[in-house]
């Protein structure tokens, strides 16, 4: 009985190993693609990296795949390695074990940066100044005419579009003026918007 059961046991490994075998030599079954989708990518010079795999998705790319293959059962970790021009980009689902179909649910999300635009404010003494940045809005309150008043506007701007800072409502028996108030966000925090009332 044993001897039986020894025997079956070696013609089922060498069937087995015969199957591997095949597959291998077929190419099917022993790696996979990694790969997954892509949201909201408008920025160039996006590179995800995956071990010593890299691939760079054009602007508009709503899905991506590395070119070197994962084996089956090897772990798979994907990351950006660098983010496109003025945005950046998150992944979800990053890591994990190769199976017998391809990874697919690996997802990078991208997002424009945005930054605040933000100034001083000096010689007011009167009330209701009111500043606008397109549709945002600031009230300044009254202060010392030799005293700066920060602001900031509530609403941050996306890098790379345009704001402009200008004087929606003058104080009470003044008169303000807006310099360095317009431009293109360019990728740092606006802090220079400098309002000047008499």
């Known amino acids: 009985m044993t001897s039986i059961t020894t025997t079956a046991r070696r013609a089922f490994a060498l069937a087995l190993a015969g199957l591997v075998s095949t597959l291998a030599a077929c190419g099917g079954f022993t790696s996979v693609d990694v790969g997954g989708s892509i949201t909201g990518l408008t920025g160039t010079g996006l590179v995800l990296a995956n071990g010593g795999s890299s691939v760079s998705p054009a ?87 030799n005293r700066k008043a920060n602001f900031v506007f ?23 003026t807006v310099a360095n108030g317009s431009a293109f966000m360019g990728g740092a925090p606006v802090t220079n918007v400098s309002v000047t009332c008499q």
Do not use: E
Not at 100 to 106: D, E, L, N, Q, S
Not at 155 to 162: K, L, M, Q, Y
């Open 59 to 145: 602007p508009g790319a709503t899905r991506f795949v590395f070119p070197n293959q994962v084996a089956i059962r090897d772990p798979y970790s994907v990351s950006v390695t660098t983010q496109p021009t003025q945005q950046t980009c998150a992944v979800f689902n990053p890591s994990g074990t190769a199976g017998a179909a391809p990874v697919t649910i690996v997802a990078v999300i991208c997002s424009t940066n945005t930054y605040s635009v933000a100034g001083t404010v000096t010689g007011l003494t009167g009330t209701n100044l009111v500043l606008t940045n397109g549709s945002d809005q600031v009230t300044i309150p009254a202060g010392d005419a």
């Open 154 to 176: 509530p609403v941050p701007v996306a890098d790379g579009t345009a704001y402009g800072v200008a004087v929606l409502t003058q104080p009470a028996g003044q008169t303000c």
